[in-house]
């Protein structure tokens, strides 16, 4: 079964950018139909979607972070990657990678472990 | 933007227990609407899709309703397994999750 696996440093300084990658097993990133979103869970418990990429490079956003935000995927590698720029303190969370497997009910399964990025200097 | 508030916050039962968890969103989002579990140290993980469905795996006890802006999850008797935090999401325009309700034992 697919399994994903978020790396990436622990630790970024406020104004740099925040950069992760989600190693995808046991499926293929460019199975048709799947969606690859991100998501980030705060300290306080509070879980939100940052955006999605489908294997052809298509992407979708959560407006909120739409200015400071890239994913990308790498096929080759069966891959994909977060890049956040300009974080703050409140960019600190626990980031996730997902699989959407049906864009149109928009649920995700299975997730990663979570990877914890504190934003500090 | 839509958002998700569910009710209780937190909800405190007993082995055995039928329990029901309500998520109401700002505006109707049909039955787009996924309902997760969440263990401490753990990812959530995907309980019911399409406010109804059941993923596969997932014990009969876990139900879903709703359409609309009102929605509930119920689990006919509390198994030890169950107390967890339970998050809403909706998938109708962008997706957004509810605050979660964290149920305990009592």
């Not at chain 1, 048709?32 to 979103?37: L, Q, T």
């Not at chain 1, 909120?64 to 994909?80: A, F, G, P």
């Not at chain 2, 700002?26 to 469905?53: D, E, F, H, R, V």
């Amino acid at each position: 079964q697919v399994q994903l696996q978020e790396s990436g440093p622990g630790l970024v300084k406020p104004s740099q950018t925040l950069s992760l990658t989600c190693a995808v097993s046991g499926g293929s990133i460019s199975s048709d139909g799947d969606y690859w979103s991100w998501i980030r869970q705060f300290p306080g418990k509070g879980l939100e979607w940052i955006g999605y990429i489908y294997y052809s490079g298509s992407t979708y956003y959560n407006p909120s972070l739409k200015s400071r935000l890239s994913i990308s995927v790498d096929t080759s590698k069966n891959q994909l990657s977060l890049k956040l720029s300009s974080v703050t303190a409140a960019d600190t969370a626990v980031y996730y990678c997902a699989r959407e497997g049906s864009i149109n009910l928009g649920w995700f399964d299975p997730w990663g472990q979570g990877t914890l990025v504190i934003v500090s200097s | 933007d839509i958002q998700m508030t569910q009710s209780p916050s937190s909800l405190s039962a007993s082995l055995g227990d039928r329990v029901t968890i309500t998520c109401r969103a700002s505006q109707s989002i049909y039955s787009y609407l996924n309902w997760y579990q969440q263990k401490p140290g753990k990812a959530p993980k995907l309980l019911i899709y399409a406010a109804s469905t059941l993923q596969s795996g997932v014990p009969s006890r876990f139900s879903g309703s709703g359409s609309g802006t009102d929605f509930t999850l119920t689990i006919s008797s509390l198994q030890p397994e169950d107390f967890a935090t339970y998050y809403c999401q909706q998938a109708y325009s962008s997706r957004t999750f509810g605050q979660g309700t964290r149920l305990e034992i009592k």
